[in-house]
């Protein structure tokens, strides 16, 4: 199947920081990459959608300003968590349909933890 | 606001019995319906999906879907320790994405 590649899969940063997630599709181009947090025993949000070259779209409730996203390439979206905060701490996920296809492929996800 | 319920479990079903996973979703016009698994701290993965009413066979699974009651269900057969997980499912909403329930934790007992 396709392959979705996440970086860093866990990282530690101090309150007030920033920190970028990337995801790579490695063998299709993603023109809509989807991102999601999930807290602990709980089921994955979607944050927002990202599509190359265009703004992203940002769920109900998701601060655009603090969550940034670039899809600047049809292979790579970014996730950067501006000034994190220690209720920031999760579970972050991207995925990515394959062109014509509506399953999802996830990448290995990165754990975020804000000291 | 489209959305998927399940039972949160957690389910116990001794080992080489059957595990039957249940969901609802409120969108009477989706389409795409899937079954991912998840160990714990790691990313779903995908297990079955299934577009058409009726029952798809794969193996020790089967994902049945009924889009007139609005509920699709995974069947576990000859259940292992291993499939033990939580079990997230996934209806697909075209340009929005895949809405997931909350997932039903599962454990097979030795």
């Known amino acids: 199947g396709a392959v979705v590649s996440q970086h860093p899969s866990r990282v530690i940063c101090k309150s007030g920081t920033s920190v970028k997630i990337e995801c790579r599709s490695l063998?299709?181009?993603?023109?809509?990459m989807f991102w999601y947090r999930q807290f602990p025993k709980q089921s994955l949000m979607l944050m927002a959608t990202?599509?190359?070259?265009?703004?992203?779209?940002?769920e109900q409730g998701v601060e655009k300003d603090k969550f940034l996203i670039n899809h600047a390439s049809l292979t790579l979206s970014t996730l950067t968590v501006t000034s994190a905060h220690p209720e920031d701490s999760s579970f972050y996920i991207c995925?990515?349909?394959?062109?014509?296809?509506?399953?999802?492929?996830f990448g290995q996800g990165t754990r975020l933890t804000v000291v | 606001q489209k959305e998927v319920e399940q039972n949160s479990g957690p389910l116990s079903v001794p080992e080489g019995a059957i595990a039957s996973l249940n969901c609802t979703y409120s969108d009477r016009g989706s389409q795409s319906f899937f079954w991912y698994r998840q160990y714990s701290g790691k990313s779903p993965e995908l297990i079955m999906f299934?577009?058409?009413?009726g029952d798809k066979e794969d193996g020790r699974f089967t994902a049945q879907l009924n889009k007139a009651s609005q509920y699709v269900s995974l069947l576990i057969r000859d259940s292992q320790p291993s499939d033990s997980a939580t079990y997230l499912c996934a209806v697909n909403g075209g340009a929005d994405g895949l809405t997931f329930g909350k997932g039903t934790h599962l454990i097979i007992q030795p």
């Open positions: 063998d299709f181009q993603a023109t809509t």
């Open positions: 995925s990515a349909p394959p062109a014509g296809g509506t399953e999802a492929f």
């Open positions: 990202s599509n190359e070259g265009s703004k992203a779209t940002y």
């Open positions: 299934i577009y058409s009413n």
